[in-house]
């Protein structure tokens, strides 16, 4: 499985932003995909996750409300709604996929395949 994070860039603070992640082939059905995040200097975050076949959803507390996660399982696209952003959302965004239990679905080493990441700067 390969993936394609976009759809990062400049916004203000409260803008709205989605991003993408694009899967070249088809991602099991059993796999969760997940999106992450580093700022400079701090350790990578997770933010959100999806089962990618029943589409049960994850947030991290930071997430919850502003955020939302979903998918097109049509396209092999997984979105990230942010709105109401923040300085502290400025990071690099990285989407993840793997066979990942919901116990371990906040850590980053339990998912096998990852983007490459995209930017979003949020000024204030």
């Known amino acids: 499985v390969q993936l394609q994070a976009c759809g990062g860039g400049l916004v203000q603070a409260g803008d709205s932003l989605t991003l993408s992640c694009a899967a070249s082939?088809?991602?099991?059905?059993?796999?969760?995909v997940a999106w992450f995040r580093q700022a400079p200097g701090k350790e990578r975050e997770y933010v959100a996750a999806i089962h990618y076949s029943g589409g049960r959803t994850y947030y991290a507390d930071s997430a919850k409300g502003r955020f939302s996660i979903s998918r097109d399982n049509a396209k092999n696209t997984i979105y990230l709604q942010m709105n109401s952003l923040k300085p502290d959302d400025t990071a690099v965004y990285y989407c993840a996929a793997g066979p990942v239990i919901v116990s371990s679905i906040s850590t980053s080493a339990a998912y096998y395949y990852w983007g490459q990441g995209t930017l979003v700067t949020v000024s204030s």
């Open positions: 082939i088809r991602t099991q059905n059993r796999y969760t």
